[in-house]
C-alpha cells in the first residue's frame, strides 16, 4: 500500500482486534489467491467463535469450508479467471468501476486526496491503483490499528468508510457471487458483504 511500512499499536480492545484482523484477511484474499500457508490457517480457523445468532457466523462457517473445499492451485486458477486473465478482467476489483463504469475517474482521485491527508502513499511496486478493494481495506486496518492517534481514529474509520467504501462494495459482491466462475470468491465476497453490513450498521449508531 506504501513505500515506508506503517507502525500499528497494541490493540486492547477485542473488538477492534477482531475488525482490524478482519479488514487484513480481506485485503489479502481480494489482492490474490491464498497460498498453501494461508489456507492452512484458514481450515484450521475456529467456526464457533461466532455466536450462532450473529450476522457473520454463516459467512463465516461458508468462507472456512470453501477454503477447505480447496487447493492452492484451484484458487489461483479462479482468481485469474475473474480478476485477471487477458484484457478486461471477468470483474473489477475498483470503485471507480462501480461507481462510474469506468477506471481512474473522480472516485480514485478523491481516494488519492484523502490518502495524501492521511499521509499514505502507494507502493510504486504495485500495478493496482489506490481505489482497489485491497488496498481500501488495509486503509481501513490501519485507521483501526496504526499507532498515529491523529488520524487512527472511529471518526476518521467513520469518514474513510462511508466516502470509499459503502457506496459501491456490496455491488461488487453482487457481481461476484453472480459469476458462473465463482466459487471460493463466492464466499468470500459473502463474509465481504456480512463484514460490510455490520461496519454499516456500527457507523450508522456514531449518527443516531
Not at 484474499?29 to 484458514?42: F, G, I, K, S, V
Not at 499507532?147 to 476518521?156: E, F, K, P, S, Y
Not at 459469476?179 to 453490513?197: D, N, S
Request: hydrophobic content about 50%.
Amino acid at each position: 500500500m506504501q513505500a515506508t511500512p506503517l507502525n500499528f499499536a497494541p490493540i486492547d480492545d477485542a473488538a477492534e482486534i477482531w475488525r482490524a484482523e478482519a479488514y487484513g484477511l480481506l485485503a489479502r484474499l481480494w489482492l490474490a489467491p491464498p497460498d498453501a500457508a494461508l489456507l492452512e490457517r484458514l481450515r484450521g480457523a475456529p467456526t464457533d467463535a461466532l455466536a450462532d445468532d450473529s450476522p457473520l457466523a454463516a459467512p463465516w462457517r461458508a468462507l472456512v469450508a470453501a477454503m477447505s473445499a480447496t487447493s492452492a492451485a484451484a484458487a489461483a486458477d479462479e482468481y485469474d479467471a475473474l480478476f485477471e486473465g487477458v484484457g478486461k478482467p471477468e470483474v473489477l476489483l475498483y470503485g471507480s468501476y462501480h461507481l462510474t463504469g469506468a477506471l481512474n475517474e473522480r472516485p480514485l482521485v478523491r481516494v488519492r486526496d484523502e490518502l495524501r491527508e492521511l499521509g499514505l502513499t502507494r507502493d510504486p511496486a504495485r500495478a493496482e491503483t489506490e481505489d482497489h478493494v485491497a488496498f481500501l481495506f488495509e486503509v481501513m486496518r490501519y485507521l483501526i490499528a496504526g499507532d498515529d492517534a491523529a488520524v487512527c481514529n472511529l471518526q476518521r474509520q467513520h469518514r474513510f468508510f462511508r466516502a470509499h467504501l459503502q457506496p459501491w462494495i456490496e455491488r461488487m459482491c453482487d457481481t461476484v457471487e453472480a459469476h458462473p466462475r465463482a466459487q471460493l470468491w463466492r464466499a468470500v465476497a459473502g463474509f465481504t458483504r456480512a463484514f460490510m453490513q455490520v461496519e454499516t450498521q456500527g457507523f450508522d449508531m456514531l449518527e443516531a
